[in-house]
């Protein structure tokens, strides 16, 4: 079955509709979603709602990320941009939202040899970066001593994409991932997927990231999707949020 490992919408209406339409034109037979559905965007509440029902009626799987503990929980006085618009998002919430953000776990499992989680295997609740080898490599390592038979590790919260991998010598690799062409990943490696940022990209490159996994091929292929960029920073802008985070989705960084 093809898997849309999606993370990182941050209230971004109209990257993850488009991600989405893409990942169904895919042949994706079901959804994963790796946190920060919510903050820094404008739309909150229809994002919340649409991955509500994804995992209602699609039997979707989602865990929780760092923005969305924010907004459940924000500072009294919010100082950073983050802060801001989690105080805002936090407004924004519903009982029913609230109740499933509180429901999400840290980390889960999409199979028994994958795991998927925001930030880092290696401590999920202190959110640390992946960011180079070393650091994709304690992730690894933390998911193997979790369960030896995990051999995929998904993850978001670093809003680029890359792929890591260990070696027959045990030596951890990164790989630049090529939009829309397959990788394949045989499970006798361990593997790190960085998917990336449906909503807020960080690269330079507008346009929405996500990946999907295929178990059967055993293959990840990573996507780069045009969305509505205009349509999304308008939504920052009427919400009141800081003008930084609509120039942010226009440059892509």
């Known amino acids: 079955m093809k898997t849309a490992v999606l993370s990182d919408i941050h209230a971004n209406l109209p990257a993850l509709e488009a991600c989405l339409a893409h990942a169904r034109e895919q042949g994706v037979g079901r959804f994963a979603l790796l946190g920060d559905l919510v903050g820094y965007g ?8 649409r991955v509500m029902a994804l995992v209602q009626h699609e039997g979707a799987l989602a865990v929780l990320g760092n923005h969305d503990a924010l907004a459940l929980d924000p500072p009294a006085v919010p100082r950073q941009r983050g802060e801001q ?5 936090h407004t924004q919430l519903r009982p029913a939202h609230r109740a499933f953000l509180s429901s999400l776990p840290l980390a889960a499992r999409l199979s028994p040899e ?3 989680v925001h930030a880092s295997a290696d401590g999920p609740e202190r959110w640390h970066y992946i960011e180079d080898a070393s650091a994709a490599e304690r992730s690894l390592s ?3 001593q979790q369960d030896g038979a995990i051999r995929y590790v998904f993850s978001g919260h670093v809003h680029e994409q890359a792929l890591y991998y260990l070696t027959p010598t045990a030596k951890l690799m990164r790989f630049a991932p090529q939009p829309g062409v397959p990788i394949p990943v ?7 997927a960085i998917v990336g940022s449906v909503g807020q990209p960080r690269d330079g490159d507008a346009r929405a990231m996500y990946a999907i996994y295929d178990d059967v091929a ?12 205009p349509a999304a920073a308008a939504a920052i802008r009427a919400a009141g949020l800081p003008e930084f985070d609509a120039e942010r989705l226009e440059r892509g960084r």
């Open 42 to 49: 404008g739309d909150p509440i229809a994002v919340l709602e």
């Open 85 to 89: 618009s989690a105080a805002w998002t």
């Open 114 to 116: 994958v795991l998927l």
């Open 142 to 144: 933390a998911a193997a």
């Open 186 to 192: 045989p499970p006798h490696r361990q593997w790190l």
């Open 218 to 229: 055993a293959q990840i292929t990573f996507h780069r999707v045009e969305y509505d960029v």
